[in-house]
């Protein structure tokens, strides 16, 4: 399984971004998808994960969103309300057939 994100930007306090996600390879059906961030000097955090259930980190609920399209095997991240604390690198995530995989990241710059 290969993830490939794409949506990361330079964006205002306050604005919106959405990320994307899409799987590839040869795939039956994902069990959880979602999205994992990291600061400077910090530890991956999850942010939000969607399968059986959709769960978010308490930092984001009510400002960020997260989808997905089973068919297109693709997850997305909707971010409103962005705060400069929201500056991450931002990884995709998918477990599939009892494997954890990642994404390559994708840069996210709250900054005005």
């Known amino acids: 399984v290969q993830l490939q994100a794409s949506g990361g930007g330079l964006v205002q306090p306050g604005g919106s971004l959405r990320l994307s996600c899409a799987a590839s390879?040869?795939?039956?059906?994902?069990?959880?998808m979602g999205w994992y961030r990291q600061a400077p000097g910090k530890q991956r955090e999850l942010v939000a994960l969607?399968?059986?259930?959709?769960n978010y980190a308490d930092s984001v609920k009510g400002r960020f969103t997260i989808s997905r399209d089973n068919g297109k095997n693709t997850v997305y991240l909707q971010m409103n309300s962005l705060k400069p604390d929201d500056t991450s690198v931002y990884y995709c995530?998918?477990?599939?057939?009892?494997?954890?995989?990642w994404g390559q990241g994708t840069l996210v710059t709250v900054s005005s």
């Open positions: 969607t399968g059986g259930t959709t």
């Open positions: 995530y998918a477990h599939y057939d009892s494997m954890n995989y």
């Open positions: 390879g040869t795939i039956f059906r994902i069990n959880d």
